[in-house]
């Protein structure tokens, strides 16, 4: 398969508590830490996206209006 540059897949398994491990290489690709929080946003339609951390202040202000910081 040929994978466009900039552009991943992982799989990962739903455990009984409704839990996910976000895969490894997702984690330092997106410098993921033990303790952060993220934003999981969900369209009945489109699915779900976890956006990246630094773009949490723009997505509330297009969410909930207002600026961005």
Avoid: C, Y
């Amino acid at each position: 398969m040929n994978i466009p540059k900039g552009k991943h897949a992982w799989t990962v398994t739903v455990g009984t508590k409704g839990q996910i491990v976000i895969p490894k290489e997702a984690r330092e690709l997106f410098h993921i830490q033990p303790g952060d929080s993220l934003l999981l946003l969900a369209d009945d339609e489109r699915g779900i996206a976890i956006p990246p951390k630094g773009q949490f202040d723009a997505l509330f202000a297009g969410i909930f209006g207002g600026d961005e910081t």
